[in-house]
């Protein structure tokens, strides 16, 4: 098929109220914005059984990207593309892969939180330079040129985040037959180490009994209720402020947190200590005219801020260094594993992360009988803790 664009042709299509294309031969489009702007792409009916996709690429733009250079560039992705078919590989942009692996593997599966986390660092920091790439055009000193200029923003942990998912597309990729490999796997060390941080949590006991009394200390209030609630129960400060009526059985002395709440998009059971239960309890006034077990003080419609608890907490003393909301679970952690409860009961009611992910979906009662032992005895601790602070 002869050509049906020329330079000259080029400069003199001229812009309209609506963007259009015009064609040049095999694949190759100049799309024209209202704006003047001009760019060239690769558009490909690929038909795969019965089934008829069609795939686009962005080249780049005219006249940095001339029509001999334009055409050079498509003639590179056909050979690119029909080596992949010969490899039994389906083609599709890294764009293409990501968005299927954002449908599939990240939105329905873990916290609505982190998935836009994930959209966010996919948008701002991996499309600009890998979105109309073809896995195969992806290589180890592309990615480390994408997480090098993340890290010349000044970011140390974010850059090894990014690199993360682009490795669980790219995996993704193999396992559904559209790459080759993880290009990811070869920039181990490339990156400056991320310096590990943790929540801010007290270590010594005698500092959590303290704390202990200072909370009880506090004018009753959402902030008071919700920051003992967090001590006793030691969930995610998101999980405790967001807590709806609708999820406790007080009869059974139980908190049952529904999966599209949880990290990990698993339903979560906290068997309530009878501190715990006393404390949700004292609110209960509340229940008829707000569905939060903890309201914001001056909106009950609403659930308690994310800083009205951290708030409180520097009030009383305790700053970013010392301790923070999320600390809790940290000294809880340490006080179970001290007195020799289970690792598979405590890290079942932290809710972490089981690497089995078939039987991660159906273990939320894994250990209960255990867990509701192990809880009552914990808020039995940091009752002592307190009394022991008593001067």
Known sequence: MLSVLTEKKIRDLKPKEKRYVVGDSDCLYLEIMPSGTKAWQFRQRLKTGETVTTTRKTLGHYPALSLYEARLERDRLKIARERARGHGLTAATFREIAEDWYAKKCAPVVSAKYARAQRSRLEMYVYPTLADKFPEEITAPIVLSLLRAVEAQGFKDVPHDVCQLIGQILRFGIATGRAERDVTQDLRGALTP????????????????????????????????????????????????????????????????????????????????????????SAAAFQNVTPWAFPAPRKLSAPMSNMTALATLRRLGYDGRTMTVHGFRSIASTALYEHGW??????????????????????????????????????????????????
């Open 342 to 391: 289970t690792g598979a009961a405590i890290e079942r009611q932290l809710a972490h992360v089981d690497g089995n992910q078939v039987r991660a979906a159906y273990n939320y009662a894994e250990y209960l009988p255990e867990r509701r032992e192990m809880m009552q005895w914990y808020a039995d601790h940091l009752d002592a803790l307190r009394e022991s602070c008593k001067i």
């Open 194 to 281: 991320s310096r590990q941080t943790h929540y801010a949590s007290l270590k010594n006991p005698r500092e959590v009994g303290e704390l202990m009394r200072a909370l009880y200390a506090l004018p009753d209030g959402s902030a008071k209720r919700l920051l003992l609630f967090n001590a006793y129960t030691f969930v995610r400060p998101s999980e405790a402020r967001l807590a709806a009526w609708s999820e406790f059985d007080l009869e059974n002395a139980e908190w049952r947190i529904p999966s599209e709440r949880m990290k990990m998009r698993r339903v979560h059971i906290v068997p309530l200590s009878r501190q715990a239960l006393e404390i949700v309890k």
